[in-house]
């Protein structure tokens, strides 16, 4: 099993070298996407087109906005998981109560460090001016800028940002 954290500002290339690593690892590889198809955006609706042209005819899509805890359950060591992205992911979760992101934040990271497959997360950066994709998001309902629960963006964000430090942790912790 191994887990790499692909970071960088919002358009930096970062799919790009995740999806080139995917085709170096030699294994049969599912691309999961976890942005949601909105329609009625025609910007968005022309990155998920990029994105969709670049990857391999041979690898599997699987649309996982909400659910990426079973993706990553259901993986066998025979595939590469390319996760694109977790901020995305996290936008995805914006309307639920703390509660059940706390609960989704523990699981996924279970979820990683018990699976036997190979795993390529894309993470935008956060901090120092750097911004997550959940402009879609949020320009789509307003409450997700104040979810059930009391909660707002920040604590997910710090929810996020305890995603990527536990990766980056482990990364120095294996030998």
Same mark, same amino acid.
């Not at 790009?16 to 609706?45: F, G």
């Not at 805890?69 to 914006?94: E, K, M, Y």
């Given at each position: 099993?191994?887990?790499?954290?692909?970071?960088?500002?919002?358009?930096? =290339?970062?799919?790009?070298?995740?999806?080139?690593?995917?085709?170096?690892?030699?294994?049969? %590889?599912? +691309?999961? @996407?976890? @942005?949601?198809? +909105?329609?009625?955006? &025609?910007? $968005?609706?022309?990155?998920?087109?990029?994105?969709?042209? #670049?990857?391999? &005819?041979? $690898?599997?899509?699987?649309?996982?906005?909400?659910?990426?805890?079973?993706?990553?359950?259901?993986?066998?060591?025979?595939?590469?998981?390319? %996760?694109?992205?977790?901020?995305?992911?996290?936008?995805?979760?914006?309307?639920?109560?703390?509660?059940? $992101?706390?609960?989704?934040?523990?699981?996924?990271?279970?979820?990683?460090?018990?699976?036997?497959?190979?795993?390529?997360? %894309?993470?935008?950066? %956060?901090?120092?001016?750097?911004?997550?994709?959940?402009?879609?998001?949020?320009?789509?309902? &307003?409450?997700?800028?104040?979810?059930? =629960?009391? =909660?707002?963006? #920040?604590?997910?964000?710090?929810? +996020?940002?305890?995603?990527?430090?536990?990766?980056? #942790?482990?990364?120095?912790?294996?030998?």
């Amino acid at each position: 099993m191994s887990v790499v954290l692909v970071t960088g500002p919002t358009r930096s =290339g970062k799919s790009e070298w995740a999806e080139t690593l995917a085709a170096r690892s030699h294994k049969s %590889v599912i +691309y999961v @996407a976890t @942005a949601q198809d +909105y329609l009625d955006d &025609p910007e $968005w609706q022309d990155r998920i087109s990029r994105h969709q042209q #670049r990857r391999s &005819p041979h $690898w599997e899509t699987r649309s996982v906005p909400m659910d990426l805890s079973a993706t990553l359950r259901a993986a066998t060591p025979h595939q590469c998981l390319l %996760v694109d992205a977790l901020g995305t992911w996290l936008a995805n979760w914006l309307e639920h109560d703390e509660s059940t $992101w706390d609960n989704q934040v523990v699981e996924l990271l279970t979820c990683l460090q018990a699976t036997e497959s190979e795993v390529i997360l %894309v993470a935008e950066e %956060v901090g120092g001016g750097a911004r997550l994709p959940v402009r879609a998001a949020i320009s789509r309902s &307003p409450r997700k800028l104040d979810p059930p =629960g009391g =909660g707002d963006r #920040r604590y997910r964000l710090s929810g +996020y940002r305890r995603v990527c430090a536990e990766l980056e #942790r482990a990364r120095h912790t294996v030998a």
